[in-house]
């Protein structure tokens, strides 16, 4: 298993840029999340899905897209670039019978100029 | 609402030393404890848990007891090595309207020294 997978590990865009950061995990987990880990702020949710098709808000949403078409693949789109989204972006994934033991991709360090 | 402090980091030690990380939490209901370890340049990873008051979660030597007396979830670890030098979340269990959300504290950077 390769577990949870994200693309691309770094990423620099320009304020008003819009981009995708994509997720995947091979687990046939239901519940896929995206988190941020500012410094010293520990990681907030930004947004999560419990299964294909249904997705909802987090703590940070503002933003962010995120849609859900299949169990495997969770992306998150940001819509117009901000220097205030300069962040490390995870996703994680668990399953149902323990979905607060989450496992993390690798991480994506974006920074917006 | 929820919420995790942890001590400040960063931690030094020596190699061998005795370790602990205070946490404590503030919560509705009886939520789950857990302590999530990040490597440099890596995802966080699930450490340990506990799901109920005075369970105690254990892994890789490290140990932690759930105390709903004290709200507390402190990490402990008998003689560190070079290898756990990571940053370390304490987080909870946040339930509602189907999330299954984990509170995090800020992180505590551990490093290690021989």
């Known amino acids: 298993n390769a577990g949870v997978t994200q693309t691309p590990k770094f990423q620099v865009l320009k304020t008003g840029q819009s981009m995708t950061l994509q997720c995947a995990q091979d687990?046939?987990?239901?519940?896929m999340s995206w988190y941020r880990q500012d410094p010293g702020m520990g990681l907030r949710l930004i947004h999560y899905s419990v299964g294909a098709g249904i997705t909802d808000q987090g703590e940070v949403p503002n933003g962010y897209n995120v849609s859900r078409s299949t169990t495997e693949d969770f992306p998150l789109r940001l819509l117009s670039a901000a220097p205030s989204q300069t962040s490390v972006y995870f996703c994680?994934?668990?399953?149902?019978?323990?979905?607060?033991?989450?496992?993390f991709g690798p991480g994506t360090r974006l920074t917006v100029t | 609402g929820d919420s995790v402090t942890q001590m400040e980091g960063p931690v030094t030690l020596s190699e061998e030393a005795f370790l602990t990380i205070n946490c404590t939490y503030t919560a509705t209901g009886y939520p789950s404890l857990f302590w999530y370890v990040q490597y440099p340049g890596e995802g966080l990873q699930l450490l340990l848990k506990a799901t109920k008051a005075d369970d105690k979660g254990s892994n890789k030597g490290f140990e932690a007891t759930y105390r709903k007396e004290t709200t507390s979830f402190h990490l402990e670890k008998g003689s560190v090595q070079v290898s756990d030098s990571a940053v370390y979340f304490c987080?909870?269990?946040?339930?509602?309207?189907?999330?299954?959300?984990?509170?995090f504290g800020k992180g505590t950077k551990l490093s290690v020294i021989p």
């Open positions: 687990m046939n987990h239901e519940y």
């Open positions: 994680a994934s668990s399953n149902d019978r323990a979905p607060y033991e989450q496992y």
């Open positions: 987080a909870l269990s946040t339930s509602g309207a189907g999330s299954y959300q984990l509170t």
